[in-house]
């Protein structure tokens, strides 16, 4: 891809503007293009993909500072994907080369793809017809975020020089290693998994029973082409991602059942 001037890098999240993994991100990706930030004021995240239609959306500029100087940001009031609209239409100076997300709190595999709001951000550039990469480091207190941001930093690198096909994303998910200790990186599919749940029942000061969701996650999946096994085994897991639902292996079959006759008992 031949550009004129160095690339603008729309960096975004679900932690939360002041959250240290988007910290990491602009620190790790600012030597390689013109970085801008749109990031939600507070935690945002499991909102999945939801966007905000009943509310104004309001935008504050933020003294954001990389290491290697400050950098312009705006906290929005909105979701992920308020941010990446909003940004992409009335914030930036042009229309952003990539977009990223991240450094997530806590993996994006499996199952949690779908309640991840890091992925949504990048769903939403996707959406927009711009190339974009979720990035999520696999602890979820603390952890090596400076690893986690020179993997990013390198896998940004090869979306720049190379694009994506239209449409898909990268969503990344990091082990918690120290950068010489993560074997490499795999492309890999989604795990099938899901979560035990259940709701802990608590009283408030008034007595009043509240609910608060809590579970174990459950992998389902013996497969070693999976996010999970390709973390598990000390490699940084890269699934292409895209989002049409549309089950395709299904159409023909679905499709030969007459539906818009009255069912046979
Ligand atoms: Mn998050």
Not at 4 to 25: H, K, M, Q, T
Request: charged share 20%; with cysteine.
């Amino acid at each position: 891809m031949e550009r004129d001037s160095r690339p603008l890098i729309l960096v975004c999240n679900d932690d939360g503007i002041e959250a240290p993994g988007i910290a990491a991100l602009v620190a790790a990706v600012h030597d390689i293009g013109d970085v801008f930030v749109a990031a939600p004021i507070r935690e945002q995240s499991a909102v999945g993909h939801a966007i905000t239609v009943r509310d104004p959306v309001r935008a504050q500029p933020w003294p954001f500072r990389s290491p290697s100087g400050s950098v312009p940001a705006w906290a929005v009031s909105g979701t992920p994907a308020d941010c990446v609209k909003l940004a992409i239409d009335k914030l930036l100076p042009r229309k952003p080369d990539l977009v990223v997300s991240g450094i997530n709190q806590g993996p994006n595999t499996a199952v949690n793809v779908i309640y991840s709001g890091t992925v949504s951000a990048a769903t939403e550039a996707t959406m927009l017809g711009i190339d974009a990469i979720a990035f999520s480091l696999c602890s979820w207190r603390g952890g090596d975020f400076e690893s986690a941001g020179r993997w990013a930093a390198r896998i940004a690198g090869h979306v720049l020089t190379s694009g994506l096909p239209d449409g898909i994303l990268l969503n990344v998910n990091v082990p918690d290693l120290p950068y010489d200790r993560i074997r490499g990186a795999r492309v890999t599919r989604q795990a099938r998994s899901r979560w035990e749940e259940s709701f802990h029942e608590r009283r408030d000061p008034l007595d009043r029973p509240y609910y608060w969701l809590t579970g174990r996650f459950v992998n389902l999946d013996e497969g070693d082409n999976t996010d999970l096994h390709a973390i598990e085994a000390g490699y940084v897991s890269i699934t292409p991602v895209h989002h049409d639902m549309t089950a395709h292996e299904h159409l023909a079959r679905l499709g030969s059942q007459a539906w818009d006759e009255e069912p046979t008992p």
